[in-house]
């Protein structure tokens, strides 16, 4: 395993112009851009207070991750830590093939020009949010914030695809309201897509009287969230 206590995947970025998308080829995990990949059983931690893993970080910039293949796993742990995927620029996370990733706070299309995208696909896949924090004034339980837009102007965009088997569970600590929401404030336009048997959304909380089970379509903002094909979110 890597232990890091601070990382950012980007191409570019900083205002100047747009770059050609980051991109990593489904089939040959050959890379086009800023790519971060963590395969065949290999582990990337990022651990310590205030930790964090940005995917995409500033305007302009295209970054992209992918976590495949049973035992590998990217973990961002420790209090009030996050992994952002589109913070102003484009990020992209994909956990297939058994992949693990393992966050407390997580952010899919932040602020405004950001576009995020989410997907875990394929049994044995799975994103686990747990812990606890004080980022968020809501979820202060391990939460996820797709198209949250914190800017408050302009457009924020986040998609989360959870296919094929892929699960998300998000599980609260001490803090309350672990959960999820979709385009929070107003510009975020945030989605989410549980399609297949096997794939899976899971609210909860390990500690006896906290609040579980947040879930939020649309605050200020547009957001869909769409179950399909024997998907469950519960």
Wanted: aromatic share 4%.
């Amino acid at each position: 395993p890597v232990g890091l206590a601070g990382v950012r995947v980007r191409r570019g970025g900083g205002g100047g112009p747009p770059l050609t998308p980051s991109f990593i080829d489904p089939v040959t995990k050959v890379c086009t851009g800023a790519c971060l990949k963590v395969l065949s059983g290999g582990q990337l931690i990022v651990n310590g207070r205030g930790a964090f893993m940005n995917i995409g970080q500033e305007v302009n910039a295209d970054g992209s991750a992918l976590v495949s293949g049973a035992g590998s796993r990217l973990g961002v742990s420790g209090l009030d830590s996050s992994l952002n995927v589109g913070v102003f620029g484009t990020g992209s996370l994909t956990i297939e093939n058994g992949g693990q990733v393992d966050p407390t706070f997580m952010h899919v299309g932040l602020f405004a020009g950001s576009n995020g995208m989410l997907t875990v696909t394929g049994a044995g896949s799975k994103l686990t949010l747990s812990g606890e924090g004080t980022p968020d004034p809501i979820g202060n339980g391990a939460f996820l914030n797709v198209a949250r837009n914190n800017s408050g102007t302009g457009v924020a965009t986040g998609a989360v695809n959870v296919l094929n088997g892929g699960q998300i569970e998000i599980i609260g600590g001490s803090g309350t309201y672990p959960g999820f929401q979709l385009g929070r404030n107003t510009g975020g336009n945030g989605t989410m897509l549980v399609d297949g048997i096997g794939s899976s959304v899971a609210i909860s909380s390990n500690v006896v009287g906290t609040e579980a089970g947040y879930l939020r379509v649309a605050g200020t903002g547009v957001g869909s969230l769409t179950i399909s094909g024997g998907g469950v979110v519960s």
